[in-house]
Each structure stands twice: as C-alpha cells, then as structure tokens.
C-alpha cells in the first residue's frame, strides 16, 4: 500500500510503499543480535530521482530489493558514482540519534561536485535519513557498541553510451544493522605500507567518496592481508613518502608533547570522525596539526620516543588503534603493542557522546524519530 504523505521538505512531497514481505520480528530480533557489519539490510529503501530537466522529484520510501537497471546506464561504463556512511545510535531512552549528518551532506555535495552529478540539498539529505527511520527505526539495534549503518548513494543511470555527465541519476539510501566492530575489545592493528600502489593522484578523485577510490586500493588491501595486516597505508602517488590514508579510514600521530598530527592533502577525504576525535582533543588544550608528514617522520619518531601513539579513524570502528607499520625492508612500532591512552579516551568520549552517555558541547547529534 502506497501513502502520499504530506510536504516534509520545501517542494517535495514523500510517498511511502510499505514492505508486505517485512521479516517478521523474531527474524529481525535474530539479526539484531548479531548482526555482523553490512551483512544484514532493513526492509525498505529511500529513492529520489533527478533529471536534467525535472530536477529532484518523486522521493519515496520503498520496499528494500533489486534496482533495476538499462545495460547501458551510465554508471555501469563509466563509474559516475559517490556514496556515503553514517549511523543511527539508540540512545538509553529509546530515541534514534545521527552523527553530525549535516556534514555528511555537504560532504556528499562536494564529491557530487567532483563527479559532475547533481549536488542534493541537504535538507532533502537529512528528511531522507528520517523518513527512513520513521518506517524502519526498530531496526536500530541497542545493544552496547551496536548501530544502524546509513548508506546514502547516487548513480548515473540514464542509458546512452558516451563520455558527459548523465541527464538522468538516482540517489537512494539503503541501512544494516551494525554489530560491535571489536569483539573482545579495542585491540591495536598492524598496517600494511604500500609501495607500489597508490590510492588516488594529484588532481583526481581522491577527496571524493567515490566508489572507484576504493576498488584502486583492493588489490593493495589483499596484499596487505597476505603479509597479516588488517589495513593498507598510501603513500602519495607523486614522491612516494607523503603519509595519504588506509584504505578506508584516515590516519593520526601522536607526539609526546600531546600534539596531534594528521597528514594533509587534495588528494585525501575529508574525515568527519577524524575531524570531530581532532576537535575534541583541541578541547582539551592538545595542539593539532595538518600537514604533510612523511613516512620517514613516522619511522624516526618512533624510534627516538618522539611519536608515542598512533591510531586510524572512520565510521565503521570509530577509533582503531595502530600497533605496528610493516613495509617490505621496515617495521614501526610492535605487533604486541598496547592501545596509547589518548587514542582510548579520545574514542570512549566520540562515543559517549554519539550513544548519549555524556554531554553534546558541539550539537553534533540530530534526532532521527522526532
């Protein structure tokens, strides 16, 4: 059954499509309880349309299934494609909370920008977040450490074969629920450093969130998993000594004076977890710096006692501590290396906030369910 629900946002008009096939709530009950991390989904969708000439239209919530899509649609030839992620965190009271997902949406404006794709508004972003959870809210999950992943997405879909940006686009926003990403604890990690490969160049789409950024760094990521890493670490394409990113999370240092450096570059995304973990710390009166800092820096200061921790931040696992660097003719740090301090109590404040356990002095936090 289809609802035509009332304007939500400016000029556009929400027609809701409940899911006959909803899992049942012993199934979903099942899931929630240990969901793993995007192996699960919710039952249904969020679609909006773009078009050339229509512009944003027909915004629905749908049942969760199949795209449908022309052989010959855009994205499938020439990869016009960006996403993003979040989460929504159930707090003590029962009531559904986002992350920061105003900077999510500018953040999806801007690798729009970068992929010539229409650039959403972010109100229409953020209702599209909240019409999601009005249907699927019992989705969230509340156990500790536990979320609803949000991923938000936008694809050329016109058909024709041809190098221009595409008339026709979809943006859709599908969830899963997420289990605790570290069973048994935080537990520092070892990086695999990349030589031969590098994740994005100069001039090219590596501060975007395109899913082509990341299809480059897999073949480094299984090379990493040949030599036990859980993670790969660029460098830049140009010079190969530039600290750039992992491979899907960005990466911190931390000097024995407190100060906080994270490396700089066009060719970086632009973190909102690191982004949010370095204002905290500027809170607290620590110094953050970002600039480029070599891999040669790294290897140097932890060896005089100058580098004393390092950690990798993203959406998925917050904060994941950095035990150990390997390259092919050097090692950094230890694999028996214990999390640093600041990086644990920096992660245990981001999250107390985002699960509603302390104070929110930046008003990060935006109800979903209200």
């Not at 990403?181 to 070892?190: A, D, I, L, R, T």
């Not at 000097?255 to 060719?267: A, C, E, F, W």
Request: proline residues 6%; negative net charge; hydrophobic residues 40%.
């Amino acid at each position: 059954m289809t609802t035509l629900l009332p304007m939500a946002t400016p000029d556009l008009a929400w027609a809701v499509t409940r899911n006959d096939a909803a899992k049942p709530v012993a199934e979903r009950d099942a899931i929630l309880a240990d969901p793993g991390f995007g192996k699960h989904f919710t039952d249904h969708m969020v679609d909006i349309c773009w078009s050339e000439r229509g512009g944003w239209h027909r915004p629905r919530v749908q049942p969760y299934g199949p795209i449908t899509l022309d052989p010959a649609a855009s994205v499938l030839h020439y990869g016009q494609e960006i996403f993003e992620g979040l989460k929504a965190y159930r707090h003590a009271d029962g009531s559904i909370w986002s992350f920061r997902p105003d900077a999510n949406a500018r953040r999806l404006q801007r690798s729009a920008k970068r992929l010539a794709l229409p650039e959403l508004p972010e109100q229409y972003f953020i209702e599209a977040l909240r019409q999601l959870i009005a249907i699927d809210g019992d989705w969230v999950p509340s156990a500790p450490e536990t979320s609803l992943y949000l991923r938000p997405f936008m694809f050329a879909k016109e058909a024709f074969l041809g190098v221009r940006p595409a008339h026709k686009v979809a943006f859709y926003v599908i969830a899963s629920p997420a289990g605790a990403y570290f069973h048994g604890g935080v537990k520092p990690v070892s990086i695999w450093l990349s030589t031969e490969y590098s994740r994005a160049g100069k001039g090219g789409t590596g501060a975007a969130k395109t899913g082509g950024n990341y299809a480059a760094s897999l073949v480094a990521q299984a090379e990493a998993a040949e030599h036990g890493c859980a993670q790969v670490l660029f460098l830049d394409s140009v010079e190969g000594k530039w600290l750039e990113e992992l491979g899907g999370m960005n990466v911190v240092l931390v000097y024995k004076d407190g100060t906080l450096v994270t490396p700089k570059s066009d060719s970086i995304l632009e973190g909102i977890t690191r982004d949010s973990i370095l204002q905290l710390a500027e809170d607290r009166g620590h110094r953050v710096e970002r600039r480029q800092v070599s891999i040669d820096e790294w290897r140097e200061g932890a060896a005089s006692g100058d580098i004393v921790e390092a950690f990798a931040c993203g959406t998925a696992a917050v904060v994941t501590p950095i035990g150990m660097i390997k390259a092919a003719d050097f090692e950094i740090g230890s694999p028996d290396a214990v999390a640093g301090e600041l990086t644990m109590s920096l992660r245990a404040e981001l999250t107390d906030i985002q699960y509603g356990r302390r104070p929110d002095p930046h008003g990060w936090m935006l109800r979903l369910d209200a």
